[in-house]
């Protein structure tokens, strides 16, 4: 089956920074590669998503870039702000069901 | 619209006692999936279903059943919980399977002592 891997675990960056989360998967047919956001006490939200036949993809501050070769894929925050700080994970879909990466923990400091 | 609804917010049990818990959605979706969710492991998927009257395991289904009688509506049950059981539960509901946004319930805090 699918096995996401999710580092770091835990990222502090000084507000006004770039952030980068990066994540493998080991299933070849995966083809669907979402992001989430969970703020603390809250339930994860979808924040961009990215397919197999697309490269990179861009939303305001954020973008998430796929390399399907090396399988990884990447989610940049540019110009963080202390509203994106949360627990962000990825997930990887192989057209069976989702499976996430363990999670990454973002502080932004002011 | 009230997106994906889980029953109930918090629950304390007792190790061996049982119980149910509700997950409703209001966005006509076919697929509904029951993950569990502990520090630094993520969300693991429990069981699955691909429409009304289906169920699928997932990662870690042990312990736990599912039904699915009506389409909106997607039951976790736990027949005699043990402590392992103690995690935050979120129930989550996707249009077309896992190629299209997962919406997820507001999750459901369990204790078993």
């Known amino acids: 089956g699918e096995n996401v891997e999710q580092h770091p675990s835990t990222l502090s960056v000084q507000e006004g920074d770039s952030a980068v989360i990066k994540c493998t998967y080991s299933?070849?047919?995966?083809?669907?590669f979402p992001w989430y956001k969970q703020e603390l006490g809250k339930r994860p939200q979808l924040i961009i998503d990215?397919?197999?036949?697309?490269g990179e993809k861009k939303d305001q501050r954020i973008a998430v870039t796929l390399n399907k070769t090396a399988k990884h894929f990447s989610l940049h925050i540019t110009e963080t702000q202390p509203e994106d700080s949360a627990v962000y994970f990825c997930a990887a879909s192989n057209g069976q069901n989702f499976v996430f990466g363990p999670g990454t923990r973002l502080s932004v400091l002011p | 619209n009230a997106g994906v609804t889980q029953t109930p917010k918090f629950r304390v049990l007792k190790t061996g006692q049982s119980m149910t818990l509700l997950c409703a959605q209001d966005?006509?979706?076919?697929?509904m999936y029951w993950y569990r969710q502990d520090p630094g492991m993520g969300l693991r998927l429990i069981h699955y279903?691909?429409?009304?009257?289906?169920?699928a395991k997932g990662e870690v289904p042990d312990g736990y059943n599912v039904s699915r009688l009506k389409k909106q509506n997607f039951l976790l049950g736990l027949e005699s919980a043990a402590p392992s059981q103690t995690s935050v539960y979120f129930c989550?509901?996707?249009?077309?399977?896992?190629?299209?946004?997962?919406?997820f319930g507001q999750g459901t805090r369990l204790t078993v002592v």
């Open positions: 299933d070849s047919a995966s083809n669907y």
């Open positions: 990215i397919r197999s036949n697309v």
């Open positions: 966005m006509n979706h076919e697929y």
């Open positions: 989550a509901s996707s249009p077309q399977g896992p190629y299209t946004e997962a919406f």
């Open positions: 279903s691909v429409g009304e009257g289906t169920t």
